[in-house]
Every structure is written in C-alpha cells, then in structure tokens.
C-alpha cells in the first residue's frame, strides 16, 4: 500500500508540473485548466482534482520561498494549505506531524527555519488602504474562499429544502445569504434557476451603502455582467435602472442574468466612460449612480491567486487614474442630495481612499461613508465601498 501511494503521488506531481509548464499567465488558470483537461483526456476525476489542488496551493505560496525549488515550494504549499498530505508525507515526512496545526503555526514553524517570509505570500502590503489588517489578510491568501449565493427575497425556504434534499452541506448567514464549500456544482439543480444568484458575501454587503428608495432612477455605469445591478433590482424592483459598458458582448451576458433573474425593465447603453458621456445621456440625471469601478482587483485573489506572481505595482497607478476619470464623467449625473456608490474589489489605498479624496475635492460630493469589507475574515473577497452624497 505504501508503495502503490508513493507511485501515486510521484504521478500527481508529474501532473502537476504538466500543467504548470504550460502556464503561460495570459488568461485565467482556471480557464487554463480547462483546456488542460480537455486535451489530456486520460486524466480520470481523481487526476484532475489533485492537479488543480496541487496547482492553486503552489499559487497561494505568491511569491514566498522563492529561492527554492519548484517541487520543494510545492511541499511547502501542501503544507500550509492542507490538514493532511500523503505527497507531504512522503517527500517531507518530519512535517507529517506538524499538518494539524493551525495556519499560524504553521507559518512560524517555516519562518522559523528560515524557508518563509509571510509577507512574501502578497508582496503589495505596502500599497494597502489603512483599514486592512495585514496579518490576518496574508494568513487568508493560504485558505479557498467559500462559494457564496444570494436568494431570491422571498425564497429561502424554498432554496433550503432544494439543498437539503440534494444534501448539499451549506450554512445560512441571513435569509438571503448562503455559504457552500467552494467547488459546489449548482448548475446541476434547474430548480435553482431564478432563485438564487452565485454572489460573493462582501459583494452583497454593498447593498447596505445603495438605500434605493420606490421608482427612483439609477445608474449602474460599469455594470459589467450585472451583480450589483441584480441586488439593488431585488432590493427595490420598481427603480428605474440604466445600465451601461464597454463593449455589447458584456451587456449580452447581462442580458441573459436578467432574463434568468425574471427582470424585464430597463435600459442599456453601451458607454466608453474615459470620455464624456454627455452626447449620449444628455442632461439626464439620477437619483443614484453605482460605479463599480475597474480595479486590480487584489481583493479577490484569493479565488485567482495566480495573478500575484504576475502583478506588476505599476498597474495600481493605472487604475487610481482610470478610476478618477470615470468618477469625474459620472459625476455630474447625479442629483444634488443623491448617493453615488463607489465600488472596488480592490485592497490598495490609490483605488480605494485615494481616489474618494479625489471625488470629495474636486467633483462637488461630501462623504457619508466608507468602509473596507474584510472578506479575509469570512472566507470571501476583499471589497472597498463609499457613499457618496451630492452637494
């Protein structure tokens, strides 16, 4: 038995390292991964579980021991991402007996041999926003999110026995507001259509800045495939909604959220949101705008933890100006009084608070609120969120 084991993890890691060496960092790992699997078809189930294990803990190491070895990061990774790990049991049995403890004494165990330095597992802790505490969002780098969905209002009981009765293991944090392991395959349940929508917990927290109010107008202008838009709309469906982005192919996918999600009215605009908007909204105004904005996105690599070792500190700049040119064309669409909501999935300080005092000191707002929504403590994405008020 222990044989046949040894074998199989030797074939796990030449697995492992197949996938890697055809990374090239230009897409998604995930849709990488896809592809990876489809042209190796002789992988079984089993196969393609252990590789995409093996890969995601490797990326969550970020930048950490880089001075060694490919496989020996990999050991370090299962270590610190796993309670058990037949590979680190047979490629560094003196760590077996260290797999149960905690996440933090793992971490001081490999600083103590001088393997690790945890602020290695995200270089950026520097570029922060003030709010963020930094221990506790490096040790969640190490930990897969939940799977979070939002229910339709209304239809909790009717979502739960759906899962019960497929016994799907979930925990319910509100009436609208379910937690599942990650990797949960929901699509598999049509029954589900129309009642719930894949969301993550500091995503839906956002509506707790929107406050929309009956038939109000909004504006969501980048709205891209439509959450924000999907909450404020179950919130409060009588609002008038005007979405807008970039590009058509956007604004079809969202589409097809509405159409799932029983929403039939509103309006669509295809808007390029580094110019003025004005040829095409005119003297429009609203009782409240969403801009969620582009970002890095640093927020939600949890999910992504390949983009870490790609991201270059430049790209922060970038954005804080993309962002305060969209916030500068969207501005004046909003009624004196009236919230705009300004949103990123971001941890950095230029996209976040930054980018705030830009809109306070130039476009005519005042501040109400704004928040960091530690994610990191919950398993979920990272989230930065202000509303605004219009003067």
């Known amino acids: 038995m ?19 060496d055809g990374f090239e960092g230009d897409q998604p790992f995930s849709r990488y991964l896809t592809t990876f699997f489809k042209e190796n078809k002789q992988m079984g189930s089993s196969d393609r579980r252990s590789t995409s294990r093996l890969c995601y803990n490797y990326f969550r ?3 950490a021991a880089s001075q060694l070895s490919q496989q020996r990061r990999l050991v370090l990774a299962e270590f610190l991402c796993e309670n058990e790990s037949p590979l680190v049991n047979i490629l560094e049995p003196a760590y077996s007996d260290k797999l149960g403890l905690s996440l933090d004494k793992k971490i001081a165990f490999l600083e103590s041999e001088g393997l690790l330095k945890r602020e290695d597992l995200f270089p950026f802790t520097a570029y922060f926003s003030p709010q ?33 009765e497929n016994q799907i293991p979930y925990s319910e944090l509100s009436d609208q507001t379910i937690s599942l392991a990650n990797g949960t395959s929901l699509q598999r349940f049509s029954t589900l259509e129309g009642l719930i929508e894949v969301q993550d917990l500091s995503s839906q927290r956002t509506l707790e800045f929107m406050k929309p ?6 504006w969501d202008a980048c709205a891209a495939s439509g959450g924000k838009s999907l ?4 919130a409060c469906p009588s609002v008038n909604l005007l979405v807008s982005d970039l590009r058509m192919s956007i604004l079809r996918n969202l589409d097809e959220r509405f159409d799932h999600a029983g929403i039939k009215h509103y309006r669509k605009k295809i808007l390029d949101l580094t110019k003025d908007p004005y040829p095409i909204l005119g003297n429009e105004k609203f009782d409240g705008v969403i801009l969620d904005a582009p970002c890095t996105g640093s927020g939600t ?39 705009l909501v ?3 999935c971001s941890v950095f300080k230029a996209e976040n608070e930054d980018v705030v005092d830009y809109i306070l000191n130039n476009l005519g707002f005042e501040l109400e609120s704004m928040r960091c929504l530690d994610g990191y403590t919950e398993r979920a994405d990272s989230m930065f969120v202000a509303r605004l008020i219009k003067k």
């Open 2 to 20: 222990a044989e046949f084991s040894e074998k199989r993890v030797y074939q796990q890691i030449r697995n492992f390292e197949r996938a890697m």
């Open 61 to 63: 190491l970020g930048l």
């Open 132 to 164: 963020i505490d930094t221990k506790l969002f490096l040790k969640s780098q190490l930990v897969q999110p939940h799977l979070y969905i939002r229910v339709k209002r209304g239809k909790n009981k009717i979502v739960r026995a759906i899962l019960d």
């Open 213 to 218: 109010e009956d038939r109000e107008s909004w």
């Open 231 to 234: 909450l404020l709309m179950d």
């Open 301 to 339: 690599w949890g999910r992504t933890p390949e983009m870490i070792r790609e991201f270059k500190t430049a790209k922060i700049e970038e954005f804080s100006v993309l962002q305060k040119t969209i916030a500068s064309h969207v501005a004046g669409y909003v009624k004196v009084g009236k919230p």
């Open 342 to 344: 300004y949103i990123t």
